[in-house]
């Protein structure tokens, strides 16, 4: 269980370095998935 939560947090970061521009793919993303969608979209 730690482990997944380490590989989810570890993507999370990846993602936050390889998008500089994380609130306007954020925008993006919100857009194009629905709210209720939990964010599992981004593994």
């Known amino acids: 269980m730690r482990s997944l939560l ?3 947090f570890s993507s999370s970061v990846r993602l936050l ?3 500089p ?3 306007k793919s ?3 993303l919100s857009e194009s998935i629905p709210v209720t969608r939990p964010p599992s ?3």
Do not use: E, K, R, S
């Open 26 to 28: 954020m925008d993006d």
């Open 6 to 8: 380490i590989l989810v």
């Open 41 to 43: 979209i981004l593994l």
């Open 21 to 23: 521009n994380q609130a």
């Open 17 to 19: 370095l390889i998008f």
